[in-house]
């Protein structure tokens, strides 16, 4: 069963406006994580964002902020006043700790394009 | 601060071959896991090592192996090589539950 849902393949906006990017999750488990990545064209994969599920406030770092609602099993993404190299490939992952382990479990994907 | 390092960039192999790939982590970090990246996919989990030990195994054919240093480097090695195996290899290196930090990826291609 997939775990990470990312329904939007691709998102446009444009230079300077805020854009949300979707991500719905699946687990059972009480304890997990959330992370958001950049990755790209280059391919390096760049950590953005951490949201702990017995966190009580959504987590923001700079222009970035995750809208955690637990409930609804989403943590999407904002990202505001965005700049051009924001253009890229980002992905959410959830992370169950399994017997110590801290895999990561990855989306799809949604492809970001900032217009001038 | 060196982040996590990953040798060689570029590969290309024929079928049946065998490949190493090289992962330095993160300084401080004590904990390597390797994924599969085909094109157009998210990352795919396929082995974790802490302790030169393998943690965990994702859904990956014993053909895909590893190992740990007591310095924490890591390598993935691929026996017999088939062209689904062309990926992008990502390593990533965290410590305890911190945040996992990736490398810029192996680019195997198998012709």
């Known amino acids: 069963a997939q775990k990470i849902t990312q329904t939007q393949p691709g998102m446009f906006v444009q230079e300077k406006e805020a854009v949300t990017l979707d991500c719905t999750y699946d687990?059972?488990?009480?304890?997990?994580?959330l992370f958001w990545y950049k990755q790209p064209s280059s391919g390096e994969m760049i950590f953005l964002i951490y949201?702990?599920?017995?966190?009580?406030q959504n987590a923001t770092e700079g222009r970035y902020s995750l809208n955690f609602q637990k409930a609804r099993k989403s943590a999407n993404l904002v990202i505001s006043a965005s700049q051009l190299g924001d253009s890229a490939m980002y992905f959410c992952?959830?992370?169950?700790?399994?017997?110590?382990?801290?895999?990561?479990?990855f989306g799809k994907g949604t492809k970001l394009t900032v217009n001038p | 601060d060196a982040g996590v390092t990953q040798s060689p960039t570029h590969l290309i192999k024929t079928r049946g071959q065998q490949v190493t790939l090289r992962c330095s982590p993160k300084?401080?970090?004590?904990?390597v896991s390797w994924y599969q990246q085909a094109l157009g996919q998210g990352p795919q989990f396929i082995f974790q090592?802490?302790?030169?030990?393998?943690?965990q195994r994702g859904n990956f054919p014993d053909r895909f192996s590893g190992h740990q240093f007591p310095n924490y480097s890591s390598e993935l090695n691929v026996n017999a090589l088939l062209l689904g195996d062309s990926a992008l290899y990502l390593c990533?290196?965290?410590?305890?539950?911190?945040?996992?930090?990736f490398g810029d990826g192996t680019r195997l291609s198998i012709l």
């Open positions: 990533a290196s965290s410590l305890m539950a911190g945040p996992q930090h």
């Open positions: 687990t059972s488990d009480p304890s997990y994580g």
């Open positions: 949201q702990g599920s017995y966190d009580q």
């Open positions: 992952a959830m992370r169950e700790p399994q017997g110590g382990s801290e895999k990561l479990v």
């Open positions: 300084s401080g970090h004590d904990t």
């Open positions: 090592y802490y302790e030169e030990e393998e943690r």
